[in-house]
C-alpha cells in the first residue's frame, strides 16, 4: 500500500509542476474543466469526507472521554475551524490584491512579502496534510484511496490554477515547489509515523472545512465568471460513481 501511496503522492507533485502548461484552462468565461473539477470536489466532501466525520465523532468520544453530544459538536467545530481559517487567509489576500491594483505604493513590501508567505504557509499546510491522509484516513481500501486521489487531484487543479493567479510569476519560481515538498513531506510522515486517531480525527475535520471553503471561493467569485453547469455535472456525476461504489 505505500509504493501505491506514495505514486499517488508523486501524481499530486506533478500537478502542481505543470499546472502551468495547462494554458486551455486560462480562458474567461471560467474554463468548464474547472468548474466541472470544483464540482467534483464538493460531490466528494459532501457524500465522502462529511459521512467519515461521523466515525471521528467516536474517535473523539472514545479518545477525549466524551458524550456523543460534544464528539460531535467538536468534529463539526474543527471543520468550522478549518473553513474560517482559509476564509480569514483569502481575505488577507484579496485586500492586498485590492490595494495594489488600486495604489501599488499602499502595499509596502514587507507587507506584500508577509502576506505571500502566510498565504503559500497556509497552503503548504493543507497540502502536508493531503499528503498525510493519503496513508491514513478513517476508510481504508482501493477504493476509498481511489476516490480521495481523483477528488483532491482534481481539486489541486482548481486551486493550483487560483493560485498561479494570484501569484503570478512567483507560483513557478517558488510556490510550486513548495507545494510539491510539502505533499511528499505529508506523505513520509504518514508513512514514517502513526499519529494518534484522535489527531488524524482532527486533521481530517480541518481539512474538511478547507475543502469546501477553497472550492466555494474558485466557483463563487464573479470575476471568475464560472459555469453552473460544468459544475452541476461535474457534481452530480462523481456523486453517481460515489454512491455506485457504495
Not at 82 to 104: D, I, Q, T
Not at 175 to 185: E, K
Not at 195 to 220: D, M, Q, R, S, T
Request: charged share 15%.
Amino acid at each position: 500500500m505505500l509504493i501505491s501511496t506514495f505514486a499517488l503522492a508523486c501524481g499530486f507533485a506533478l500537478i502542481h509542476v505543470f499546472i502551468g502548461t495547462l494554458r486551455f484552462l486560462a480562458v474567461v468565461p471560467r474554463s468548464r474543466w474547472l468548474s466541472a473539477a470544483g464540482g467534483v470536489a464538493v460531490a466528494y466532501v459532501f457524500l465522502h469526507i462529511l459521512p467519515e466525520l461521523a466515525g471521528h465523532q467516536r474517535t473523539f468520544a472514545e479518545g477525549l472521554r466524551l458524550g456523543p453530544g460534544m464528539a460531535e459538536a467538536l468534529v463539526y467545530l474543527t471543520a468550522l475551524i478549518g473553513l474560517s481559517a482559509f476564509y480569514g487567509l483569502e481575505r488577507r489576500a484579496a485586500v492586498y490584491r485590492a490595494r495594489r491594483g488600486g495604489n501599488g505604493a499602499q502595499a509596502a513590501g514587507a507587507e506584500r512579502t508577509r502576506i505571500f508567505w502566510l498565504h503559500i504557509g497556509s497552503f503548504g499546510l493543507y497540502n502536508l496534510l493531503i499528503g498525510y491522509l493519503l496513508v491514513h484516513r478513517e476508510e481504508a481500501g482501493p477504493w476509498s484511496l481511489a476516490a480521495y486521489f481523483i477528488a483532491m487531484a482534481l481539486h489541486f487543479i482548481t486551486t493550483d490554477f487560483g493560485l498561479r493567479e494570484d501569484h503570478a510569476g512567483r507560483y513557478d519560481r517558488v510556490v510550486r515547489w513548495i507545494l510539491v515538498a510539502a505533499v511528499l513531506a505529508g506523505w513520509s510522515l504518514g508513512a514514517a509515523t502513526t499519529i494518534p486517531p484522535v489527531a488524524v480525527g482532527f486533521a481530517f475535520a480541518f481539512l474538511a472545512g478547507a475543502v469546501v471553503l477553497n472550492v466555494l471561493k474558485e466557483e463563487l467569485p464573479e470575476h471568475r465568471q464560472s459555469r453552473f453547469w460544468p459544475f452541476f455535472l461535474g457534481a452530480a456525476g462523481y456523486a453517481a460513481i460515489l454512491l455506485t461504489g457504495w
